[in-house]
Every structure is written in C-alpha cells, then in structure tokens.
C-alpha cells in the first residue's frame, strides 16, 4: 500500500469514526473520548519528533 492510500483510507475511517461519535456515543463517553484522543495525539507528536530527530540532515 502507498503512503498516499494509506492517508485516505484513514481519513475515511475518521469520517466514518466521527458519525459513529455524533449519532451513538452519550455525551460522557464523548468527554472520555476526547482525553484519550488528545493523549494519543501527544504520543503521536512524540513519534514525529522522533521521525524527525532520525531523519534530521538526510535526502529523502
């Protein structure tokens, strides 16, 4: 799988993630759901700065 596919076809997971959110999900969940996102963000962001610590000064 391309890279270029990948981030589509995880753009249509979220779309589909978020209706499921919208129309099934209570409100408190929601609220748990938002701080365990924002954690998982923060990992991520640790995961591309680690990216780019390991590929700081080399050609793509």
Excluded: C, N, W, Y
């Excluded at 408190?28 to 938002?34: R, W």
Aim: proline fraction near 2%.
């Amino acid at each position: 799988m391309k890279f270029e596919d990948a981030g589509r076809a995880l753009d249509r997971e979220i779309a589909k993630l978020s209706a499921f959110v919208d129309k099934q999900v209570k409100p408190v969940t929601k609220k748990k759901m938002a701080k365990v996102m924002r954690d998982a963000a923060a990992r991520l962001r640790k995961l591309a700065a680690e990216l780019d610590r390991q590929t700081a000064g080399k050609s793509g």
